[in-house]
């Protein structure tokens, strides 16, 4: 039997202030209380609240575009609690938001969010405004307050692997990304592991002509490459339908090569090769999972300095790579940052 939410209307937001700081100190008694959460939706993936609350938080209330979809919507997440507007929503009595917005609706409400006192998780690696959200990401740590963003490449235990051992290759001389994900977020994801394994990116380019290379196979195009300050060349092939669990990424060095395809991680050195099966990731949008492990993890201890994972000042490195591609592919040849 389907639960009717109640429609939640604005209120003092006072009052959902001291609520919160309750909530803290009965912690302290109380160490298990669940994170109390809204989800913020446009309604394009149904199944959000249920991964939420699988990562251990209390998924309390749901915020659509329109009061009708709020209610409907809260109803199908099981959300005891939908809200006529934005307002009605940070005056409630929550301590945490999941923004699932295009932006820049997603900018606005994660600024309101954090001058509410509120932790804030962006499902999704996009931003309109990087000054907004470097704004907005500042304010967060000067409040004590967690900025997370979901990134699947964080949740994945082949590029942890990677990132631990990769010293052991020598200077590195090529990543080849082969069948990526194509679009923004797919770019998102490698251009944060390549940040990761790599350090940081120099130079874009993401025009045909001015490739290194053209190609990475006979019907695998190179769509983007990247240059990395310690000199090594990143090419990407990105393919409509193609997935970060089963692209074929290989990192060369002078000592050595790694290539890992999903879980499984092949080595090859001097000492010979090693074949690695890394552990299974939660099958259904592990990086919100692994996200949302953050928000609790600071919400119940209270430490906004436990964020493993990607945060906002990530994004905003991401967000400056993704935006000289745009001008690469526009203007032809190289970007350099």
Not at 109 to 116: K, L, Q, T
Not at 249 to 265: A, F, L, M, P, Y
Not at 309 to 336: C, H, K, N, P
């Amino acid at each position: 039997m389907t639960t009717v939410p109640e429609l939640v209307a604005s209120r003092d937001p006072a009052g959902a202030r001291e609520w919160r700081e309750r909530r803290r100190d009965a912690r302290h008694y109380q160490p298990d209380l669940p994170g109390a959460m809204v989800l913020v939706t446009d309604g394009s993936d149904r199944m959000t609240a249920s991964v939420l609350r699988d990562a251990g938080v209390d998924v309390v209330g749901l915020l659509a575009p329109e009061p009708l979809e709020s209610l409907a919507w809260a109803a199908e997440a099981e959300a005891p609690r939908a809200y006529a507007d934005l307002v009605a929503m940070l005056s409630d009595e929550v301590e945490a938001v999941c923004i699932e917005m295009a932006p820049p609706g997603s900018d606005v409400i994660a600024r309101r969010a954090v001058e509410a006192g509120l932790h804030v998780l962006l499902s999704r690696p996009a931003t309109a405004d990087p000054d907004a959200l470097r704004a907005i990401a500042d304010l967060a740590e000067e409040s004590d307050l967690a900025h997370v963003v979901a990134l699947d490449g964080r949740a994945w235990p082949a590029a942890w692997h990677v990132q631990a051992s990769i010293s052991s290759l020598g200077r590195i001389t090529q990543v080849t990304v082969l069948a990526a994900p194509a679009g923004p977020s797919g770019r998102a994801e490698i251009i944060d592991l390549v940040g990761r394994w790599c350090g940081e990116v120099i130079a874009v380019c993401a025009h045909p002509a001015a490739m290194p290379a053209a190609s990475l196979a006979a019907d695998a195009p190179v769509t983007l490459a990247l240059l990395s300050s310690n000199g090594a060349t990143v090419l990407v092939n990105e393919r409509p339908g193609g997935r970060l669990d089963t692209a074929t990424i290989t990192i060369c060095g002078t000592d050595g090569r790694i290539v890992v395809q999903g879980r499984r991680v092949l080595r090859q050195g001097w000492d010979g090769t090693r074949d690695l099966l890394m552990r299974d990731v939660p099958g259904v949008r592990p990086g919100l999972v692994e996200a949302t492990y953050d928000v609790v993890r600071v919400t119940e201890l209270n430490d906004s300095a436990l964020v493993r994972g990607a945060t906002f000042y990530d994004l905003l490195t991401i967000a400056r790579l993704l935006a000289s591609a745009d001008v690469s592919r526009a203007g032809g040849g190289w970007v350099e940052l």
